[in-house]
């Protein structure tokens, strides 16, 4: 199947309040450009060169979310650029962020990511961090950064179970924080989960943001 075809089929399949994200990492501009003719806006980049490049060349109303793990050094050329930072995975991260949006005049909104899957090596708070993180207030020193929501991943398994039980927990913090009123969030309404293989299990278990590479794109290449 051709990517334009990917796209067309998958929004059809997707439910009309979940948002696709393509995720175009290591494929090419002409990729991008092929699903972005078939009416894709949203694309998922996860390294920081890579994006800037696509992001000079590719056409404007393109909504780029940054989904990779980020190092505090190159959070500045990001800012002001990307529509989303999904991956944001410590407090430092997030303190530099609202710093350099601040510092460039603009607000930006960011995803909190937790980690909940088995594997050692996924980035993310866990998932009491986050808790204590709202609960102590911490975001109320943010002056230029909305956080939107939350984004998650499950475990890198065939184990069915274990993949919904992971979603599960992720909806399941991303609920307790958006339905305690005493937080006065404002727009916390954002539920980032589900790839390729999984996305289906995901949108069941609540998530509106979904990302999807190599169902579109095909596999990718690693250089
Ligand atoms: C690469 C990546 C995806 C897309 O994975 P596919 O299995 O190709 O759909 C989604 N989310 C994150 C955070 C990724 O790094």
Known sequence: MSISRN?????????????????????????ILEAYEAGQRVFGESRVQEF??????????????FIGHLQTNKVKPLIGKVSLIES???ERLLELIDRESLKAGVV????L???????ETKFGFYPEEII??????????LKATNICGIMGMASNTDDISRIKEDFRKIHEIYSEIRNNKD????????LSMGMSGDW????????????????????????
């Open 7 to 31: 796209i067309l089929h998958l929004k059809e399949i997707i439910p009309e309040n979940v948002t696709l994200v393509a995720v175009s990492k290591f494929h090419s501009p002409e990729s």
């Open 52 to 65: 800037l490049e696509k992001y000079e060349e590719l056409p404007k109303d393109i909504k780029w979310h």
């Open 88 to 90: 944001v995975d410590s």
């Open 108 to 111: 930006t909104d960011v995803l």
């Open 113 to 119: 990511q937790v980690h909940v899957a088995m594997e």
């Open 132 to 141: 204590d993180f709202f609960n102590e207030r911490r975001f109320e020193n």
């Open 183 to 190: 937080l006065n969030l404002g727009k916390f309404d954002r």
């Open 200 to 223: 289906q299990f995901a949108v069941e278990e609540g998530a509106n943001i979904i990302r999807i590479g190599s169902a579109i794109f095909g596999e990718r290449i690693y250089p």
